[in-house]
């Protein structure tokens, strides 16, 4: 299983929220690394203010991509019951992840 390191910060979204987006995207992340095995370690980046969000990641050491990852919070919050909406996150992640990696 990847090595997954999420910083987060929130400005408008409770605290119990936030602990559920912050596991929805670790556990997206850790599917993405075992599904295509492109990566071993990622450290990422979450911010959110005013329900914008944007998400920045280094994979095994690798940051080729300096703009961040735009994410709708409501995407954020549906994926956490609905596996349509995960799936559209996890696809999302997946190219984001191959810009980083220069792929």
Do not use: N, W
């Not at 080729?64 to 992640?93: H, M, W």
Request: aromatic fraction near 4%; charged fraction near 30%.
């Amino acid at each position: 299983m990847a090595e997954v390191h999420l910083t987060a910060a929130f400005s408008t979204v409770p605290s119990a929220e936030a602990e559920e987006i912050k596991r929805v995207i670790v556990e997206t992340v850790q599917q993405l690394a075992q599904d295509d095995g492109s990566f071993k370690r990622a450290k990422l980046v979450f911010t959110e203010s005013d329900e914008r969000c944007g998400l920045t990641a280094e994979l095994d050491g690798i940051k080729r991509e300096g703009v961040p990852l735009q994410i709708d919070i409501d995407q954020l919050e549906d994926a956490k019951t609905s596996a349509g909406a995960r799936a559209q996150l996890k696809e999302a992640l997946r190219l984001y992840f191959r810009r980083v990696l220069g792929k």
